[in-house]
């Protein structure tokens, strides 16, 4: 494991090699490595702390904002979150070698598709510190090596966190490169972490708009793009309105700044009146503001709604902030979603499993709901074990991204001296 | 379906519209436009003839080299051979829909994982024709909407496929746009289609590595690429030697123009002075030219044997020609390979079944043989039906690429009011 001024491409070197070893690790060497990692944290929790209070003091005397500081801080509690995370990764049954396919060519020579791991994945990402843990520790079950670049405001508690797990992984037996850090650094080393072609298989980006743009001008290496969410809540003219108010406020308020909470609510027109006034008064009360079209601003009552534009429709708030439509269709549901929407996570709430099928097959998402929040999108939730974001993308992987997304396959054939005639 | 001079963002635009509708179209339905296709593929055989002579003759004309004109020429047999091709797409199993998982969530939201398709695809390829038949059907049958590229070599020909298979979609009550043709255009318009983000889905280049290098300086559509093969036979010091010989001659001859022959032939030290003499006299009487290494050269008797170098072990011949080289051990074999190979098709002969496990999971390419000639890397053989192209990047799809690699995937979750605490 090393950290900071080393080449990049000397420490992506290094993680290559570790990876042609990891390939063929068994699932309890890597479960050992997880479960020594785990051990560590709790014994180190000081350490680490002490490491993080100096990262937290920087922050502050740099004038980090407030959400920033929050998710950059570490306590016991949350030292602790990560060697339970680092045990349900335990849990998790070991993608690789797994079959996927098996059949008889006919030929006679013996097919079988298996998954094995990508290589070398790097991820970067931003203040947060368990994401060193969680992203190691799903590489290294997935048997891939990881070359993590985190960010400088979290420099010294992502190196004792890095340090602990490559002590962990030497323990067990695994090579030195199966985890690497590089420690903060600016664009310019995201740029030639992004044109590591050869030795870097993919980097996962987790973190912000500014991150991704950055990344997609200078990438050779694949990407996958973990990205926002903008997403909507429908109201369809036969919902139970009670359910419906449940859902929407549900996804927009449980929490907002995350990228599958809603921004936009969509509400058919045929119960707009019934609707809407109760469901704004509630979304107004626990402290939303909220932009609507005219036919929504008719019907607001008391509740101070402004105007909504163009620009609304299109924007991820993340914040404690919603854009209100009257639409007349189920067709004109789908069509806004599908024109402004980012692919992420959508709803529909209705009492007919015909409108809930037209719905989740005109709706192109990763995860579409019917009379559920959106906010279920999660790895852990769909039970996944961690996930390193959420893919939006249509290839390789879309939705959460977990440890089968972190895998290739490969087709071993074997025969008794076929040729080919 | 349009041809030519109508700018590359209209006709992908028409494609994007026509692949909503597709993803909902049912298998019958899709199957019926592909057996009408294929009918009138047999009806119209003069007219595709015809177009394909004038074709030939420009090419003629225009001095293309013999190989080229073979690919691009048509005849009887090779119009039936598209009609029968579309029929085995037709008794596919249809991807869209699967269920890839099922599970109840905590909650109780019920989550399903199932195929979709990835919406708008583009195959960009050179000048064999049928290929424009191949592409179409394989995208319809996965309910993506194709939008292809032909080489201008062949734009007659392929406007008569392209409109026969577009006639064939409008029969079937399909959208226009489901197959779209840009026939010929040179780089600026293949930067112009790379560059259709948010209309175009994926990319996928059939052809040389000029093509291949060319998109991926422009790229901005994600691209699946179909790489070449710098594939090896690697001959164990337990190999039964009538069994390599066989695979090793057959790997390298039975069509050495493709991207799954042998470019480089590995023996094991052990075994050198027993294989070798009698297998490089059979390559050779066969008409291949060898080059080989020191120890291969002192074996070689009255076989002449060029001396090979470093950029022999780099080189993709796709010709007569083979580079032979001596190793003393498995994992020697394994570095050279994975060192010098593009990761498509690799070999070993072997009668120990520890051996062949751990060429298998040591050489990190798309498809691992175990004696077995690599010559049977195919979709048709594989029985995925036809083929777009062998994908040897680690994401998305590896290997073959039949109707499972062009599909998505979506989540649907159905609740019964579930919110999230």
């Known amino acids: 494991m090393a950290v900071a001024t080393e080449p990049i491409a000397e420490i992506c070197r290094r993680a290559r090699g570790a990876a042609l070893q990891l390939a063929g690790a068994s699932t309890e060497v890597k479960d050992d490595a997880l479960r020594r990692a785990a051990a560590l944290l709790r014994a180190r929790i000081d350490a680490i702390l002490d490491a993080n209070a100096g990262d937290v003091a920087a922050g502050l005397e740099a004038g980090l904002d407030p959400a920033l500081i929050d998710r950059l801080s570490l306590d016991r509690e949350r030292v602790e979150a990560m060697a339970v995370g680092l045990e349900a990764v335990i849990a998790l049954p070991d993608p690789v070698g797994e079959t996927i396919e098996r059949k008889t060519l006919e030929s006679g020579v013996e097919l079988e598709q ?39 405001s979290a420099a010294a508690s992502n190196a004792v966190l890095a340090g602990i797990f490559a002590e962990a992984i030497a323990a067990a037996g695994l090579p030195a490169g199966s985890v690497e850090l590089i420690a903060g650094g600016g664009r310019a080393e995201l740029a030639e972490l992004a044109r590591q072609e050869g030795l870097v298989d993919l980097i996962i980006p987790r973190g912000g708009e500014g991150l991704k743009a950055a990344l997609r001008e200078v990438a050779e290496v694949p990407v996958l793009y973990a990205a926002g969410g903008n997403c909507h809540v429908y109201v369809h003219d036969d919902a139970n309105l009670e359910m419906a108010r449940r859902i929407a406020v549900n996804a927009k308020v449980q929490r907002p700044g995350v990228c599958n909470s809603a921004e936009t609510l969509l509400v058919h027109a045929g119960v707009a009146a019934e609707f809407l006034p109760a469901a704004l008064e509630e979304l107004s009360s626990a402290g939303v503001e909220i932009v609507g079209d005219e036919r929504v601003r008719e019907l607001a009552g008391g509740v101070g709604i402004g105007p909504a534009t163009e620009r609304d429709w299109e924007t991820e708030y993340h914040a404690m902030k919603i854009a209100v439509r009257v639409v007349d269709s189920l067709e004109e549901a789908i069509d806004h979603i599908n024109r402004y929407g980012t692919a992420h996570s959508e709803a529909i709430v209705t009492g ?38 959420n893919s939006t993308q249509k290839l390789h992987a879309r939705g959460p991204i977990g440890l089968r997304e972190l895998t290739s396959t490969k087709y071993i054939l074997v025969g008794t001296g076929q040729i080919r005639e």
Do not use: H, Q, W
């Open 114 to 152: 298996v998954r094995v791991p990508i290589g070398v994945v790097a991820i970067v990402y931003e203040a947060r510190p368990n994401v060193t843990i969680d992203a190691a520790a799903l590489c290294l079950k997935s048997g891939n090596a990881a070359v993590l670049r985190g960010s400088s």
């Open 352 to 389: 007919s499993e015909e409108a809930g099928r037209a719905f989740t097959g005109g709706v192109d998402a990763a995860c579409v709901y019917v009379n559920a929040s959106i906010r279920f999108t999660d790895g852990f939730v769909f039970g996944m074990g961690a996930e390193i974001g």
